[in-house]
Every structure is written in C-alpha cells, then in structure tokens.
C-alpha cells in the first residue's frame, strides 16, 4: 500500500511539470524545411496562388539539400497575390513562449510597384481570435517592416511572434509575394522554432 500511495504522488508531479513546460525551447515545429523530403515532395508546403503567378519548385537554385519553392509574377498590375504555406498543428508551445519564423530567400529582379507591394513572411495563430473576441498577439508579419527587393543572394528574413496566445489550434506560417509585386524569389530553409 505504501509503495502504490508513495508512486501516485511522483507520476502526478512528473505529469504536471510536462504539461506545464509545453514544447521545449529550440523545438523546430515545421516539416521539410529544406525540402528534402525523402519521396521528393515539398509536402506538406502548400500553394495558394491567384492568376498572374507562377508557383513551383527549382533544382537548380537552392541553398542547401537539393531544391527550393518560388513565386514569379511579371504583371505589374496583378493585385493578386500568391503564397506557400504549412500548418502545424502538433502539440502547441505553452502561452508566452516566442516563435521566430527564419526563411532565406533569393530573389531575382524584385520590383515594387504598389503600397502593398512586397515579398513576406507572416506568422498566424488559429482560431484568428481566441474565445473573448480579441486578435491581438494573434498574428505578425514582414509586410510593412521589411522591403524586399532587387536581385541578391541568399539572405535570411527572421520574423518573431513575441508570445504565443492562449487556446490555439494550429499555427500557419506564409511565404508570400504581394499585389503589384514583379520578379522571382526563392524560398529555402524554412524554420518555426520555440524560443
């Protein structure tokens, strides 16, 4: 009896600091970041794209493994725009921890030619609110922080959401051309990590 009343406590103290620690920090939440699945998929990144651009992949430029994602449009007048994106819906990290979104891009005569024009990455926590009607903390994105644009090199965009909200289902992640954007970027080793 004493051994059975002795073990009940430590199992509940094991179980409790689990729960409590979510995801430990460093955790990379999305899948094939580098794009080297091993049946040669891009799953699960997936392609949202509207008319006027071209989404696919390239085994010719990439920057580590074997093959990289890429948006194309060479309308400067599409107010379309056209996305990768992954969902994560594992295990959420706990309330408060900070997830920073790490794409490297290259991109290929980018050029912006409207307000909302530009490439970016976005973070959003679903349900887009929680149960008391808020979407604050609930979404971030490089849209009007960071101009991208020009040819260059391999060059890594970083964006943080500060704390992850409560009551949170999934987790998806955007890789994006805007309206009014022209050229070509690549897409290569994409990261979500808890931090």
Same mark, same amino acid.
């Given at each position: 009896?004493?051994?059975i009343s002795l073990l009940i406590p430590i199992f509940a103290l094991f179980i409790s600091?689990?729960?409590?620690?979510?995801?430990?920090?460093?955790?990379?939440?999305?899948?094939?970041?580098?794009?080297?699945?091993?049946?040669?998929? +891009?799953?699960?990144?997936?392609?949202?794209? &509207?008319?006027?651009?071209?989404? %696919?992949?390239?085994?010719?430029? /990439?920057? !580590?493994?074997?093959?990289?994602?890429?948006?194309?449009?060479?309308?400067?007048?599409?107010?379309?725009?056209?996305?990768?994106?992954?969902?994560?819906?594992?295990?959420?990290?706990?309330?408060?921890?900070?997830? +920073?979104?790490?794409?490297?891009?290259?991109? &290929?005569?980018?050029?912006?030619? %409207?307000?909302?024009?530009?490439? /970016?990455? !976005?973070?959003?926590?679903?349900?887009?609110?929680?149960?008391?009607?808020?979407?604050?903390?609930?979404?971030?994105?490089?849209?009007?922080?960071?101009?991208?644009?020009?040819?260059?090199?391999?060059?890594?965009?970083?964006?943080?959401?500060?704390?992850?909200? &409560?009551?949170?289902?999934?987790?998806?992640?955007?890789?994006?051309?805007g309206s009014r954007t022209t050229g070509k970027?690549?897409?290569?080793?994409?990261?979500?990590?808890?931090?």
């Amino acid at each position: 009896m004493k051994r059975i009343s002795l073990l009940i406590p430590i199992f509940a103290l094991f179980i409790s600091c689990t729960e409590d620690d979510g995801l430990p920090v460093n955790t990379q939440l999305l899948k094939n970041p580098d794009l080297a699945s091993p049946d040669g998929s +891009v799953s699960p990144w997936m392609p949202v794209t &509207e008319p006027g651009f071209t989404l %696919g992949t390239s085994t010719e430029i /990439f920057r !580590s493994a074997s093959k990289s994602l890429f948006i194309e449009n060479s309308d400067s007048l599409n107010t379309n725009s056209a996305t990768w994106r992954q969902t994560y819906n594992g295990p959420m990290p706990k309330k408060g921890r900070k997830l +920073v979104l790490r794409a490297f891009l290259k991109g &290929e005569d980018i050029a912006l030619k %409207g307000p909302e024009s530009n490439v /970016f990455i !976005s973070i959003r926590a679903f349900p887009v609110e929680d149960s008391n009607g808020s979407t604050f903390g609930r979404y971030v994105t490089t849209l009007n922080q960071i101009g991208v644009s020009g040819t260059f090199d391999w060059t890594q965009l970083r964006l943080t959401l500060p704390s992850t909200p &409560e009551e949170v289902d999934n987790i998806v992640v955007y890789l994006s051309m805007g309206s009014r954007t022209t050229g070509k970027i690549y897409f290569d080793d994409i990261t979500l990590t808890v931090e």
